[in-house]
């Protein structure tokens, strides 16, 4: 008797589609996203997952020489005729494709130039472009961010007539709604290609703007929180959008971020000072007491440590620390503030750390190796935003065993629960600077409890934040939008 054949279902193909990903390219939070969630679904065997950004001058020649040479097509835009070289790269099951022409990112960095958005036009007007050259044609476009919008836009614009696209499922995932994609309602035919009949889905508040139209054209859009997709419904948070995000409600989701756990983890990571894991955090006490060293400040086991790792601008809550820093620094405590932002904040407390010598330390500095010794070598780690999308230092934190303090809003809010609640930080909820100095001087008294702060330590340290949750949240999200 023959055997029958077992019907193989074919694999769900998604194509995430940003302008960039770790580790080949990053300059925040969302390279991070890009590279750690598109490992964790191609781990499930039903998923084919890939990934395309641009190929930056900037992305390192160990990953360079590694790359596979596809070929190269040429990409309409407008009036326009471009090279489009395309490349591969595959990493812990996820293929990377890069996309290369010179002469829109053979430049220092990814973003801030005056054509930015011509060249992320090209880019993504050559994501739908080099399907029919790959054979690929995904099941879920996947975009993120305002660099990768006209991606969502060109599908259901210039690509919807082809029968090859028709059935191609978009979603728009947004990781901060501060930056929209403007731009002047005169070059859309010109720069983006556009036709004039499609302007109603681009205009918006008298000009372009890329974000309000990949909300408009997905059949779904997400926020990287739970928290942060009920808050861009409001003025306060959406930065204009909020009318947009309300008529488009009905397809939005929020779905909270996780972190690169094997990265992030006390048990193995090389940059800190000794390693310790959740079950036995005691020798984070010498991490701290390397980092004391380190900055010669006094060696105190009990005098907490806070730190503050931000970026320096007010919507950080900068405004918030610069306002009570002082009455903070009259604690028995030792504060470390380490990151860039604006003149203004990091004038005020790098000056200040001269006159708090051995109380307050200042480095300013982008520095992920000196930030992990931080993360490690604190108590308890500052993070005041006004508004926060999703945050990844509060979650790095808690892998460290260093107990968050944040305000409740966005991602912070999602992730950080008050301790006492059973929870894993120290909370307040309205945008003031002294309902922060309450909530500070109350975890210090906390860290006084010696017998308490061991417990507390360990209870942060098993916060679940892996990528898992959130990928399996992911494909509940897909398979609803293929069905």
């Known amino acids: 008797a023959t ?103 053979k430049r220092p960095g990814c973003y801030g130039y005056y054509d930015d958005g011509e060249r992320f036009a090209f880019f993504s007007r050559s994501v739908l472009e080099i399907m029919p050259f790959l054979g690929f044609f995904p099941d879920v476009l996947h975009c993120h961010d305002w660099q990768a919008a006209l991606a969502a836009v060109y599908l259901k614009t210039i690509y919807c007539f082809r029968p090859e696209y028709q059935f191609i499922r978009s979603l728009f995932t947004i990781h901060n709604i501060e930056y929209q994609g403007k731009y002047s309602l005169d070059i859309l035919e010109d720069l983006f ?68 756990v094997d990265s992030y983890n006390s048990e193995t990571d090389p940059a800190i000072f000794c390693n310790y894991t959740k079950e036995d955090p005691e020798p984070k006490k010498r991490c701290k007491e390397e980092l004391q060293k380190m900055f010669n400040l006094p060696v105190k086991a009990e005098t907490p440590i806070v730190a503050v790792i931000s970026r320096l601008v007010s919507h950080k809550g900068l405004d918030l620390v610069k306002t009570v820093i002082e009455e903070i620094l009259r604690q028995d405590v030792q504060v470390i503030i380490l990151g860039k932002g604006d003149s203004i904040y990091e004038n005020f407390f790098t000056d200040l750390a001269k006159n708090y010598v051995g109380k307050l330390v200042t480095v300013i500095a982008f520095n992920p190796d000196l930030s992990r010794k931080i993360y490690a070598g604190a108590d308890l780690f500052l993070m005041p935003s006004k508004s926060e999308p999703c945050g990844l230092s509060q979650m790095i934190a808690c892998r460290y065993g260093t107990v968050p303090v944040v305000r409740e809003t966005g991602g912070l809010y999602d992730s950080i629960k008050p301790v006492s609640l059973g929870g894993n930080g120290f909370t307040f909820a309205n945008y003031n600077a002294y309902d922060m100095l309450y909530v500070i001087r109350e975890a210090i008294a906390c860290y006084q409890n010696k017998e308490f702060w061991p417990e507390l330590v360990k209870r942060v340290m098993n916060s679940d934040f892996s990528w898992q949750r959130s990928a399996g949240e992911y494909e509940k999200l897909y398979r609803s939008m293929l069905q």
């Open 3 to 105: 055997v029958p054949e077992i019907e193989v279902m074919p694999k769900k193909k998604i194509l995430f589609v940003a302008s960039e990903s770790t580790p080949f390219i990053a300059t925040g939070g969302l390279a991070e996203v890009i590279g750690s969630l598109s490992r964790a679904l191609a781990k499930n065997s039903d998923l084919d997952v890939r990934v395309v950004i641009p190929l930056y001058s900037d992305i390192a020649t160990e990953y360079r020489s590694k790359m596979k040479y596809l070929g190269n097509i040429f990409v309409p835009l407008a009036w326009r005729n471009q090279y489009c070289g395309i490349f591969s790269y595959e990493k812990e099951g996820v293929i990377f494709y890069f996309l290369d022409n010179e002469y829109y990112f």
């Open 193 to 260: 290609g556009i036709s004039n009949s499609w302007r109603y889905l681009l205009e918006y508040d008298k000009c372009i703007n890329l974000m309000k139209a990949a909300i408009e054209c997905s059949e779904k859009f997400s926020t990287v929180s739970p928290r942060y997709a009920e808050e861009i419904k409001d003025p306060f948070y959406a930065h204009g959008l909020d009318p947009i995000v309300r008529r488009n409600e009905f397809k939005l989701t929020g779905i909270l971020n996780g972190i690169d």
